[in-house]
């Protein structure tokens, strides 16, 4: 492991030294790349939507499943209804803030040098 070590550091010397590594890369996202991009957000925005209503649907039918199992005292019908509310409530915050999120960690990943 060190001798492997050692010719890795022996190597990047080098390549620094002869100046092969670039000292900076530049590269930003760009919205006139590739054709197409308008209607790939057109696409993504309608499949966000239909996440949310999905998640509506799922919060509907679970909070039912939880009350039949509550009224008929049956506890593991009532507990796959709480699940299943919880779930579908994150389905809805991960999709309402899912544009957010990626956008928080894009700029994370940019700070790291």
């Known amino acids: 492991m060190s001798a492997v070590l050692d010719i890795l550091t022996t190597t990047l010397t080098v390549a620094a030294a002869s100046g092969l590594v670039s000292a ?3 590269v930003t996202p760009n919205d006139s790349g590739l054709p197409g991009i308008a209607a790939l957000r057109t696409i ?3 499949v966000m939507t239909i996440g949310l209503i999905l ?3 799922a919060l ?3 909070a039912i499943v939880w009350g039949f199992g509550a009224n008929s005292s049956n506890p593991h019908l009532a507990s796959r209804g709480k699940i299943g509310v ?3 409530c994150a389905a809805a ?3 309402g803030a899912s544009v957010t999120l990626i956008t ?3 700029n994370v990943g940019q700070t790291v040098s």
């Open 104 to 106: 928080f960690f894009w």
């Open 93 to 95: 915050i991960i999709t």
């Open 55 to 57: 998640s509506v649907l």
């Open 86 to 88: 919880l779930v579908s």
């Open 24 to 26: 900076e890369i530049d």
């Open 44 to 46: 993504v925005g309608a």
């Open 60 to 62: 509907i039918v679970s």
